[in-house]
């Protein structure tokens, strides 16, 4: 199917596979790091860095999507734009969407304050370790 030179063609990535690639892309709405910017076909070409928030994008047949995304980086080079994020959630409720959001990213948060809670502690007991080696070696 070819593409129509008034519509961006939108690809989403995450760290470990495509998680959308779509064409026939009216417009865009995102959350950078400088407030919440629209992205329309012929905008010049950008990149922008995201913060966490709704990412919504309008297909030709007005049909509006969101997506729940992590921070990320968007850029846009002609027709197309690509979005990297390393988490994101999609759906069509924006209050079911946001409740996803907040569950699945807050356990995540969780799951990583413990991991650097743990990484924290065996960079203390190694550097530990490093000194009673050194202390024994000068005595």
Known sequence: MEQHSEYMKL?????????????????????????????????????????????????MDGEEHFLAM???????????????SRRVVGGTDLGKLHETVEQEFMELDENERSIRAVMA?????????????RKGQSS
Do not use: W
């Open 11 to 59: 690809k989403v990535l995450l760290p470990y596979r495509v998680f959308l690639e779509t064409e026939n892309v009216k417009r865009m709405v995102a959350e950078t790091t400088n407030g919440s910017y629209g992205f329309l076909p012929h905008r010049l070409d950008c990149s922008a860095k995201l913060r966490p928030g709704i990412f919504m994008y309008e297909t």
């Open 121 to 133: 502690k065996l960079e203390v007991d190694f550097i530990q370790s490093m000194e009673k080696m």
């Open 70 to 84: 992590d921070e990320g980086i968007f850029v846009k080079t002609g027709m197309e734009v690509t979005v990297s």
